[in-house]
Structures are given as C-alpha cells and as structure tokens.
Nanobody
Framework: QVQLVESGGGLVQPGGSLRLSCAAS????????MGWYRQAPGKERELVAT?????GTNYADSVKGRFIISRGKNMVYLQMSSLKPEDTAVYYC??????????WGQGTQVTVSS
C-alpha cells in the first residue's frame, strides 16, 4: 500500500509562484513513476508532469518552461512559476508502481487569481 499527502496549494496572483510537495509512505521504489495531475472544474483530470528512474521527466505542453518536477526520498515536488489563471485546479499527486497500480493523494487546491 502507498499513501500520498499533498501540501503547498493556495491562492496566488497571475505571474506568481508556488511549490507543491507530496509525501509518500509505504512500498515506494525510486524506479517507479511519480507525478502530478490536475483537474479543473468541469474538466477531466490531466497530466501535468511525471518523473521516474527509467524515463526521466515528462511535462504537459501547457506547463513546459514554467513548471519543474523533482524528487527526493519518498517526496515529489512541483515548482510552479509564471502561473496563469488557467492553471487553477485541484492538483493530485500520483504514484504508479512497476505493476501498473496507481495511487492518488487527496488533492490540493491551486487558485491563480488577482
């Protein structure tokens, strides 16, 4: 079993920055993929960024050059810069093991508004 707990969301003005953190516990292996997804009201959940020991990093086109995903021991981070109103969403941490089982955190709200 894997448990994921996100933190770091909040309200930020356009052009601002936020750093999301996700603490993982349980059967975590550095080779497996961790990542961030987001879901805006009325929209489907979408990939933001992933990081794994085998595939490196992967970003959605909409966040390339603005967001950076990184990983520590049982942690994954998302540094978000130059935030736009369209980045407003609930951000979810994700862990996917080598057998394809996916785990999700409870989500953290990010609101970009003046």
């Amino acid at each position: 079993q894997v448990q994921l707990v996100e933190s770091g969301g909040g309200l930020v003005q356009p052009g601002g920055s936020l750093r999301l953190s996700c603490a993982a516990s349980g059967s975590i292996f550095s080779i497996d993929a961790m990542g961030w997804y987001r879901q805006a009201p009325g929209k489907e959940r979408e990939l933001v960024a992933t990081i794994s020991g085998t595939s490196g990093t992967n970003y959605a086109d909409s966040v390339k050059g603005r967001f950076i995903i990184s990983r520590g021991k049982n942690m994954v981070y998302l540094q978000m810069s130059s935030l736009k109103p369209e980045d407003t969403a609930v951000y979810y941490c994700n862990y996917r093991n080598q057998w394809g089982t996916a785990y999700w955190g409870q989500g953290t709200q990010v609101t970009v508004s003046s």
